[in-house]
């Protein structure tokens, strides 16, 4: 199985702050990685897929970089509706696997 | 627009099989470029993938659970079905089933999630 490792696993931050979240894989996994913020109660949402490319819809502070076995999510200013779990999800292997996920807290 | 509903019982006994039903709308069920599957979250834990399949019955599971994981796919009723047996505890989770568009490995469509409880 491919692990993905998320860091941090909580992240307090303000309005307005550049947030940067990291997913790190065991093994290369090309671009093949998506990101998904949840808020609580809710569904999964799509942001970032194939590494860096937004998803339709997404706000575009949203942006998604890396390669190989490195990955960052960066909002590059947050609003109050981004405090949520962020997830990584790597779709290299048939055996898709998702990072324990990073929380996004108001400070 | 695509939507995802995730339907089944919400109580299921341990050592019994869970069952449940994706109906999918505007998702062209149908076509071979979807592939369809089924991602479960236990209460204040991440995010499982369990299997996904196809709708010429291509089947894919994830091996911690390919022993106990069925899935088919009905298209005439825009359906697609997750059975896990041998039920316990540890399988007590919210059940989503979701879309891989294109067969690209993400998921783009999201059901609202079936909340599954393993309890005698």
């Known amino acids: 199985d491919i692990q993905m490792t998320q860091s941090p696993s909580t992240l307090s931050a303000s309005i307005g702050d550049r947030v940067t979240i990291t997913c790190r894989a065991s093994q290369s996994i090309s671009g093949l990685l998506a990101w998904y913020q949840q808020k609580p109660g809710k569904v999964p949402k799509l942001l970032i897929y194939?590494?860096?490319s937004l998803e339709s819809g997404v706000p575009s502070r949203f942006s998604g970089s890396g390669s190989g076995t490195e990955f960052t999510l960066t909002i590059s200013s947050l609003q109050p509706d981004d405090f949520a779990t962020y997830y990584c999800q790597q779709y290299s292997n048939y055996l898709y696997t998702f990072g324990q996920g990073t929380k996004l807290e108001i400070k | 627009q695509v939507q995802l509903l995730e339907s089944g019982p919400g109580l299921v006994k341990p050592s019994q099989t869970l069952a449940l039903t994706c109906t999918v709308s505007?998702?062209?069920?149908?076509?071979?470029?979807?592939?369809w599957s089924w991602v479960r979250q236990p209460a204040g834990k991440g995010l499982e993938f369990v299997g996904r399949?196809?709708?010429?019955?291509?089947?894919s599971y994830n091996p911690s659970l390919k022993s106990r994981v069925t899935m088919s796919v009905d298209t005439s009723k825009d359906q697609f079905y997750l059975k896990l047996s041998s039920v316990t505890a540890a399988d007590t989770a919210v059940y989503y089933c979701?879309?891989?568009?294109?067969?690209?490995?993400?998921?783009?469509?999201w059901g609202r999630g079936a909340l599954v409880t393993v309890s005698s």
């Open positions: 399949m196809s709708a010429n019955g291509y089947t």
């Open positions: 194939k590494a860096s």
């Open positions: 505007g998702g062209f069920i149908s076509s071979v470029s979807n592939y």
């Open positions: 979701a879309r891989d568009p294109q067969i690209a490995g993400f998921f783009d469509y």
